[in-house]
T-cell receptor
Framework: DVKVTQSSRYLVKRTGEKVFLECVQDMDHENMFWYRQDPGLGLRLIYFSYDVKMKEKGDIPEGYSVSREKKERFSLILESASTNQTSMYLC???????????FGPGTRLTVT | AQTVTQSQPEMSVQEAETVTLSCTYDTSENNYYLFWYKQPPSRQMILVIRQEAYKQQNATENRFSVNFQKAAKSFSLKISDSQLGDTAMYFCAFPSSGTYKYIFGTGTRLKVLA
């Protein structure tokens, strides 16, 4: 079975802290994604990666960066967390040549 | 610009009845995929059904089927014999042309009533 895991289900951080969200997939997928999910806005793409060390900005990259040093792991970094980054963060992966995304359980981040 | 619109923020249906969730989209592409994803409360998002635009036949997966109208750019999801486990957020989505970057709708929250 396909599995995408995220390091935390719930996270509370203070304004200005550096925050790391980790995502791991066990399917050898080339493509990995970070989304932000907010009520009434659906899912918005923050960044995606199509290979190790390769990344591309999504629709809302401001305030975020990513790292992909190994194929199975894709990290989202909030350099200096702000209250408007309070949200649900979803990670997903996808096998090249297909179009089906597999999602992790999500991390609900609260920045106070 | 490519867009996806889900005009029903919330819906409810009685158990065992049928419900249809609407989705319209805009793209200039001729060949593409369309998807419905389901996100149950506090659980992972999963794929419900997918449609390939070059196929005229509507996709079906057990109790889930789509009504794909390519010319109208409409892609609705029909759930037959609704079950309590169908309670979830449903998202319509498709990959932006030539990429794996998905465009998602804003979602429809479906509640199945006992």
């Amino acid at each position: 079975d396909v599995k995408v895991t995220q390091s935390s289900r719930y996270l509370v951080k203070r304004t200005g802290e550096k925050v790391f969200l980790e995502c791991v997939q066990d399917m050898d997928h080339e493509n990995m994604f970070w989304y932000r999910q907010d009520p009434g806005l659906g899912l918005r793409l923050i960044y995606f990666s199509y290979d190790v060390k390769m990344k591309e900005k999504g629709d809302i990259p401001e305030g975020y960066s990513v790292s992909r040093e190994k194929k199975e792991r894709f990290s989202l970094i909030l350099e200096s967390a702000s209250t408007n980054q309070t949200s649900m963060y979803l990670c997903a992966s996808l096998l090249a040549g297909t179009y089906e995304q597999y999602f992790g359980p999500g991390t609900r981040l609260t920045v106070t | 610009a490519q867009t996806v619109t889900q005009s029903q923020p919330e819906m409810s249906v009685q158990e065992a009845e049928t419900v249809t969730l609407s989705c319209t989209y805009d793209t200039s592409e001729n060949n593409y995929y369309l998807f419905w994803y389901k996100q149950p409360p506090s659980r992972q998002m999963i794929l419900v059904i997918r449609q390939e635009a070059y196929k005229q036949q509507n996709a079906t997966e057990n109790r889930f089927s789509v009504n794909f109208q390519k010319a109208a750019k409409s892609f609705s999801l029909k759930i037959s014999d609704s079950q309590l486990g169908d309670t979830a957020m449903y998202f319509c989505a498709f990959p932006s042309s030539g990429t794996y970057k998905y465009i998602f709708g804003t979602g429809t929250r479906l509640k199945v009533l006992a």
